[in-house]
């Protein structure tokens, strides 16, 4: 995790990375290729997600293949049940939060933080 000691690189300073959206379709396996390439040239030592669905790709890809270390927040907007997103990164994170208690039984290794707003 950052503190405030850590610096953004250079090069990454002030950039956006616009990938493909994906809502379960054939343009998930498009994100395997974007994660690939963005992945490559940067190397990140952690990849944070708050919810987002494309990261599942970017989580496999940084794990299999660079060593990258992943933290997912489940997103706030899962009070009772979690998302299919949760659901898969519960397995793929090395850290996984919820922000509801009422999550704790669908993800027992993760770790309630209460909300995050």
Sequence with gaps: ????????????EGRTMYI?????????VVNFWEAWRILRR???TVILSTGAGPVVPFAIVGKLFFGTRVVFIETLTRVKRPSLTGRL?????????YQWKALADFFPKGRFLGRLI
Excluded: G, I
């Excluded at 995790?1 to 990454?12: E, I, R, S, T």
């Excluded at 493909?20 to 998930?28: A, C, K």
């Design 20 to 28: 493909t959206h994906s809502e379960r379709d054939w343009r998930f």
């Design 1 to 12: 995790m950052l503190n405030d000691k850590a610096q953004v690189p250079p090069d990454m």
């Design 42 to 44: 940067f190397h990140p």
């Design 89 to 97: 990164m519960y397995r793929l994170s090395d850290e996984f939060f």
